[in-house]
């Protein structure tokens, strides 16, 4: 029977997860991301389904934090140059439409980051950084943290929170003070 310890349960199967998933991404990683990012003129997100969402949330707070922000499809998107970088979410790195999207920024000199859990996907070959969330996927391999959510739940959630760690980190580097954050947040609402 579901009950309020059958949430508590969860929330605690959900946390724990998380934590394993975001203690496994390499540090190293994460600060030539953050370097990326703050040398970039402009950063483009391409992902699909609940990931596009968890990168569409990341793109927002960043632009908050005053870096140039493109979502890839969307009606104000620019060119992308070889000053930019493209950014892509897949768990698995095989899916469709972000392969072809990166594969097309590469060949207007773009830098392209990817993150994802399979570091032998199609997107290898085009990859300049790639960032490793060790979870469960369609690979299934060895060293993947596993998850009792369905399908590739933890995945959105992992990268969805690492945005919002490496925005704190950028938050930090560039000595922002939160008060003034409020100033880029969306004022028509």
């Not at 309020?4 to 540090?27: F, M, P, Q």
């Not at 950014?87 to 999207?101: C, D, K, L, N, R």
């Amino acid at each position: 029977m579901v009950n309020i310890d059958t949430y508590l349960k969860n929330c605690d199967i959900i946390l724990r997860e998380c934590n394993l998933a975001l203690h496994g991404v390499n540090s190293k990683a994460v600060l030539q991301y953050i370097d990326m990012l703050l040398e970039a003129d402009k950063v483009f997100f391409v992902g699909v389904g609940r990931v596009l969402l968890s990168l569409e949330a990341i793109a927002k707070r960043y632009a908050h934090l005053g870096i140039n922000m493109f979502i890839v499809g969307q009606i104000t998107e620019p060119a992308i140059t070889e000053k930019d970088i493209l950014v892509v979410g897949s768990g698995s790195g095989e899916t469709f439409f972000p392969v072809g999207i990166a594969r097309k920024a590469k060949n207007y000199g773009a830098k392209i980051v990817h993150i994802g859990s399979n570091p032998k996907s199609s997107l290898k070959e085009f990859t300049d950084l790639f960032i490793r969330i060790p979870v469960y996927s369609k690979i299934n391999r060895a060293d993947e943290v596993s998850s009792n959510q369905p399908m590739t739940s933890l995945f959105e959630q992992s990268l969805l929170l690492f945005g919002d760690v490496t925005a704190m980190m950028i938050i930090e580097e560039k000595e922002i003070e939160l008060d003034k954050l409020w100033n880029y947040h969306a004022n028509l609402e």
